[in-house]
């Protein structure tokens, strides 16, 4: 029998976090905890004002596990060895996606599933792709008969994620420590095509041995005369079967966060603080400015006698938990509160609005601060994960999303008491 091949998948073309850690661990699916190499910022490293508008990921589980994508079940007779292509039927389709959208979207995407690859020693897909959904066909060296189970899989890795802040630190200074924001990923390797018979002694925990679990040894099928070519799987259907089904239901429950998400409940009141603010670029004239027009986004703006409290901010319904704060952005002006629409919310660079007050994590932002004695802030989305910021310093500029944040400190605001 040929020797198992691995390749891309085709029209895949993703990005490769490449790593360089031994492959034993590759091979096993375990809950692993990653090696500081695939980080780029470590926890309780020193940052600065500048980045507090800014997040990394930091990986917190994850689990590799082979998975068949595609698997047929094959009987070769004395007269029909040699090459063939068999077309293979779709078991289960992996998609990357990294948080609630259920795609990559941004740096702080690629980053965290460069992190995967780095700290468990494999090339995982860092863009969003996913695997075939069709049929595939795959050619093969048959060297002697018998029942066969041919596959393409890959080795799926899933887990968890946090997110770095730069924060005050109980200790002094500023320092990268975890926030609240979490989130799950999912991601696989290289794909890998083979053939396999229910007598051949293969590793434990491989791909190979995934595929030889599908066929149904000990079956008729497996231990009689059989003709040349397809043979049923009752394995490989039930195994199809539960993949659609966890297929389904995750979809269901994407929909429904999409839904809650689109239509806040109705807040009955707001408890804001005292004190009214305005959120301004450090030692610039430009803040943040609530739009007058339903359809437009927060603005950067320089205050005057029209600026009719658009750019005095409350915050409302404060709490805090680890020294960072949550709260809601009450503008003063239009009454409505801070928010990503919930139609472009799982874009990058998604603009920030007013909308009417409610029960939304949309609506909700994380404020990390600068040393006492300073007001330099930065803001992130609860929902989203995302830190705010604006691409130039310019009148008219509007307020966005960006999943890492700006890393050229635009970020960072100071919020002044008016």
């Known amino acids: 029998m040929r020797r198992t091949t691995t390749r891309l998948s085709r ?65 070769v007779t004395e007269g029909s060895t040699g090459n063939q292509s068999v077309n293979t039927n779709t078991t289960e389709t992996i998609s990357v996606s990294v948080g609630l959208n259920g795609s990559v979207q941004g740096s702080f995407a690629v980053e965290a599933l460069g992190s995967v690859g780095a700290s468990l020693g494999l090339n995982v897909q860092v863009n969003y792709t996913r695997t075939s959904s069709t049929s595939q066909s795959i050619s093969w060296n048959f060297r002697q008969p018998g029942y066969y189970g041919l596959y393409e899989g890959t080795k799926k890795v899933t887990g968890t994620y946090g997110s770095l802040n730069c924060n005050r630190s109980d200790a002094g200074g500023l320092k990268w420590t975890e926030g609240p924001d979490t989130g799950s990923y999912t991601t696989f390797t290289t794909l890998e095509e083979g053939a396999v018979r229910c007598e051949d002694k293969v590793p434990a925990n491989s791909i190979m041995r995934k595929a030889q679990g599908l066929l149904d040894c000990g079956s008729p099928a497996a231990t009689a005369k059989h003709p040349a070519g397809p043979v049923p799987s009752a394995r490989a259907d039930q195994a199809k079967h539960d993949a659609d089904n966890a297929a389904t239901a995750a979809k269901a429950a994407q929909s429904m966060k999409a839904t809650q998400a689109a239509k806040p409940a109705p807040r009955a009141a707001l408890n804001c603080q005292p004190g009214a603010y305005k959120i301004d670029v450090p030692g610039k004239p430009l803040n943040w400015s609530a739009p007058l027009l339903a359809n437009d986004g ?46 472009i919310a799982n874009q990058e660079q998604a603009y920030l609005t007013t909308a009417t007050c409610g029960e939304d994590d949309l609506q909700r932002f994380y404020i990390y601060r600068d040393v006492p004695g300073s007001s330099k802030i930065g803001l992130q989305n609860k929902y989203t994960g995302s830190m705010m910021g604006h691409d130039r310093y310019a009148d008219g500029e509007l307020i966005r999303q960006y999943s890492s944040g700006r890393q050229d400190g635009t970020g960072t605001y100071t919020l002044t008491g008016v």
């Open 298 to 343: 927060i603005r950067l703006r320089e205050s005057s006698f029209f600026s009719a409290h658009l750019d005095n901010w409350r915050l409302c319904n404060v709490t805090e938990h680890n020294g960072v704060i949550e709260a809601s952005l009450w503008n003063w002006g239009n009454g409505g509160c801070a928010t990503i629409p919930a139609s």
């Open 11 to 75: 029209g895949l073309g993703a990005l490769i976090a490449t790593a360089t850690a031994a492959v034993g661990l590759a091979a096993t699916p375990a809950a692993a905890t990653p090696a500081a190499s695939g980080q780029t910022v470590q926890p309780g490293q020193t940052c600065t004002a500048a980045d507090l508008g800014t997040r990394h990921p930091i990986i917190k589980s994850a689990e590799v596990t082979p998975t068949i994508t595609h698997f047929k079940g094959w009987y």
